[in-house]
């Protein structure tokens, strides 16, 4: 399996323009997790799925965020518009029931967003 | 809220030294604790996950402890090699009563430099 994918690995946008995060799971992960790493912050959960469902989006920071699962296969997180300070690491992660007890993740290689 | 705490930020030592790595959390309560290492540019892979019935893990020249109770937990590398420069996060699963409760709460890592 090529692990999750995630597009594009570097972003540089100005602020106030729209940003389009994608990520492909590992195929037949029903878990789907998206991060971000900052210097000041560490590495923070923002939301999760199961079954293209999701969860838990209490780490949104705010509305100009937002995140689509429209199939098992491919997850979208949105900013609009986008500020210096979204600037950071984005990582997806998926994972599988099957898995639950031992709570492997498996981390994308990251997208990292600079907005000037 | 769970507050992961890493100890310390960074650390330098020279190749064939033992170390230890320091994590603790605020809650107890906790599903279980897990060791990432993450190299530059690269997202997070596991190493060792520990269960919270469980006091240690081991793989190879790593060993896990948990002590649940004091919120505390040490990675211990055996005779470092350079190979094994990275950033090291923890990470804690809280419980949740439905029991789906995903969510991991990271640590901001040690950054570990073996020197050849």
């Known amino acids: 399996d090529a692990g999750v994918i995630q597009s594009p690995r570097h972003e540089v946008t100005e602020m106030g323009q729209e940003v389009t995060l994608r990520c492909k799971p590992i195929?037949?992960?029903?878990?789907l997790f998206w991060y971000r790493q900052t210097m000041m912050r560490g590495l923070e959960l923002l939301i999760y799925?199961?079954?293209?469902?999701?969860?838990?989006d209490s780490g949104m920071p705010e509305d100009r965020f937002s995140a689509k699962m429209p199939n098992a296969s491919f997850s979208t997180l949105k900013i609009q518009p986008s500020e210096p300070r979204d600037s950071a690491v984005y990582f997806c992660?998926?994972?599988?029931?099957?898995?639950?007890?031992?709570?492997?993740?498996?981390f994308g290689p990251g997208t990292r967003l600079t907005v000037l | 809220k769970q507050e992961v705490t890493q100890i310390p930020a960074a650390l330098s030592v020279p190749e064939g030294e033992n170390l230890v790595l320091n994590c603790s959390f605020t809650?107890?309560?906790?599903?279980?604790l897990q060791w990432f290492r993450q190299d530059p540019g690269k997202g997070l892979t596991s190493l060792l996950l520990?269960?919270?019935?469980?006091r240690e893990q081991t793989s190879g020249r790593l060993n896990a402890s948990l002590d649940k109770s004091s919120g505390r937990s040490t990675l211990y590398i055996a005779a470092s090699q350079p190979g094994d420069s990275a950033t090291y996060l923890c990470?804690?699963?809280?419980?949740?009563?439905?029991?789906?409760?995903?969510?991991?709460?990271f640590g901001k890592g040690t950054l570990l430099t073996v020197n050849p």
């Open positions: 992660a998926s994972t599988r029931l099957a898995e639950k007890l031992t709570d492997t993740q498996y």
């Open positions: 195929s037949g992960h029903d878990y």
């Open positions: 799925f199961n079954n293209n469902v999701p969860i838990d």
């Open positions: 809650d107890s309560a906790i599903y279980n």
């Open positions: 520990i269960q919270s019935s469980q």
């Open positions: 990470a804690v699963r809280v419980v949740n009563s439905g029991g789906s409760n995903y969510k991991l709460t």
